[in-house]
């Protein structure tokens, strides 16, 4: 069974940083993409940021410049550097992952439990 167990996620005053991680455990091929996404109650879950297997990148016009996304394949692990935070970053933060569980399977997506981020102003 494949899981996605995040951590890293906290309190911080603004202008702060925090880093989110992001790991794949179980049976499985590969994994395709990796995001973050985040939301706040009452409205719509949105991307962070994305990186491919090959290390394509690809951010919110909000968090560009402050944030960066890495991932290392042998770890099956993706984190999300959070740098200069802004009260408006305060979300529920969620890894999601496009797996393979085998060679003749398309990929379906995973998510992460979500963790809390806090800025405060």
């Known amino acids: 069974q494949v899981q996605l167990v995040e951590s890293g996620g906290g309190l911080v005053q603004a202008g702060g940083s925090l880093r989110l991680s992001c790991a794949a455990s179980g049976s499985f091929f590969l994994i395709n993409a990796m995001t973050w996404y985040r939301q706040v109650p009452g409205k719509q879950r949105e991307l962070v940021a994305a990186?491919?297997?090959?290390?394509?990148?690809n951010y919110a016009d909000s968090v560009k410049g402050r944030f960066t996304i890495s991932r290392d394949n042998a770890k099956n692990t993706v984190w999300l550097q959070m740098n200069s935070l802004k009260p408006e970053d305060t979300a529920v933060y969620y890894c999601n992952a496009d797996i393979r569980t085998h060679w003749f399977r398309q990929g379906i997506p995973y998510w992460g439990q979500g963790t809390q981020v806090t800025v405060s102003s």
């Open positions: 990186i491919t297997s090959t290390g394509t990148t």
